[in-house]
């Protein structure tokens, strides 16, 4: 070969991939399949700087390491990773003119659920009328936002407009390498929501996805970073309690939150995602990496979640309270039908003094579904005087389906307190009949009851929220009993 | 006639409990059914509000003069069929009020009626509880979770007073009952009663029914109502007990 051409393939191969490769990055799909191209492809499209592009890369190569995990109570079909498109460009959904074109069992969740039909048709992707102008709705509360210097944007977004908060703190919460699922999030992302806010500020409305400025579609491996200095506090919701159907299979996004001294973030989650037929076929795989690290003394993270969709539902919110006298909270409520699974709860690592941990998890298994509660509690040995307080009930609906407890405790310091409580119960036929006898029908006394044992974690949710989770329960477990 | 039963056999697990009961109940009527235990008492209050493993093998319940033995229990009730349980179960996480709100909504929706609005709905536990003496904090409360014997008791006249009910059947309403709560129980059934409902109360015990006084008295021994009377029947009942029954019975 000529000492020219050589020269000309040595630049070309050891060049920064600035702007992609082979492949035509103009496409709207990155080709099927997973390797190291694609990972440069995504970062090109993105238009991501260096140093996130190796945090991919070398994520990748650490991915290719790793194996599966098999040690959940989970049977999980065989994920091929090479089938999966791993970068889509925001989908343009096929407008609809009205709601007439929307399938009607949709409708009919829609109006269970109590969802305005403004909402309903933005859920379906009817065209949304001049009427609700959207982008002033946006507009105005972002005006809002920018006034106090929070920043909520896209995850794309914000390594663009405010790389160095984003640097400072990615893989903080999550290193990577932490679990198998979390490293081909690393690699893989494609966005999410990032969120920061400024030292002693209330962050004065709710953020959810729902308002987030680019509300693209949320795609597979989202990736959502919080960041809250010191004295903030922000309450945060994701999802919604609309069915969401999906294409992609796999669902494995990473959540961090990072908190200072004295600030508190409060993360609220409604999953109803696809959970399959009453066959057991298809349905979301749920597998999701959300962790808290309460950095600051006297900080605190809560996690709170209505788990109510997927086919198989795989993930353990946590928290590591580094900072002294600081709070985790973990409350859910997790519901399996039919042939869903979930393995499911929290960690709460221990590592400063005088902190404190709450783990409220509320199981339902209905059908011929399992629901599996695994929590792990640690003291570590300098974590002194510090206290856990752990309940996980379990209910079950009839007798074919299972509930499962793998409660973990690690103390290893002798001035902690942790306290276990467990229960396994059933509705009984004399409280239904009870119910029945007052004039409510079987189907409201299933829903109510279960409302009434799920109280607890309920009453933890924003208002809005908790109406809606409240019917979502109801819904979830139709045709469960009798 | 409000309630008739003809000649009703009803068997549990294939056993049968009830041989053939024979009961008119019109309007306006107070009637108590006593007889020794396991006669079939709560079997009969059970069989009528529809429960699940009752099996009517033989006879008729006539309601309003409707065949109501296939008709779900939530539609008895909603018809206005009312039963106090022996033993009100527990409800956890499920408030009273929330309870009873939807109790009252899906029975108006029945008749095809609005639901209540909350305001109307307070108002109205609000005047029940002073109606049946009942705590004022029981509106938080959790149904039945905690209550004692005699609260349980009460919270089932409340709900009563709550729903309004054409034909109320009180199981063993009295029993765990301390004279006062008697008293306060027996008075909120009295407040209740009016020309176009009427009251069925089961009991061992004559006592109570020196305070809810009833116009017929029934003896149902061995799965059949062997005896009626007056209210004075109880009162040899009392003085005489079971044996005389069997005796009466035999010959």
Redesign the interface.
Known sequence: MAKDEQQILDDVTSSDYKYGFVTDIETEFAPKGLTVDTVRFISAKKEEPKWLLEFRLRAFERWQTMEQPNWAHLKIPEIDFQDIIYYAAPKKKKELESLNEVDPELLDTFNKLGISLEEQKMLSGVAVDAVIDSVSVKTTFSDTLSKLGIVFMSFSEAVKEHPDLVKKYLGKAVPSGDNYFSTLNDAVFSDGSFCYIPKGVRCPVELSTYFRINAANTGQFERTLIVADEGAYVSYLEGCTAPQRDENQLHAAVVEIITMKDAEVKYSTVQNWYPGNKEGKGGIFNFVTKRGICKGDHSKISWTQVETGSAITWKYPSCVLAGDNSVGEFYSVAVTNNYQQADTGSKMIHLGKNTKSTIISKGISAGKSHNSYRGLVKMAKNATNSRNFSQCDSLLLGDKCGAHTFPYIDGQNSSSVIEHEATTSKI????L??????????E?AVG??V??????VLKQLPMEFAVEAQKLLSISLEGSVG | MLLNIKNLHVSIHGKEILKGVNLEVKKGEVHAIMGPNGTGKSTLAAAVAGKDGYEVTKGEILYNGKEIMDLAPEVRAQEGIFLGFQYPVEIPGVSITNFMRTAINEIRKYHGQEAMTAGEFLKKMNEKQKLVEIHSKLKNRSVNEGFSGGEKKKNEIFQMAMLEPQLAILDETDSGLDIDALKIVANGVNKLKTKDNATIVITHYQRLLDYIVPDYVHILFDGKIVMTGGKELALELEEKGYEWIKERVNS
């Open positions: 009984s036929e004399d409280q009949f009870y119910c029945q006898q007052r004039g409510i029908s079987q409201s109510l009851i409302n009434g044992y799920a109280k607890e």
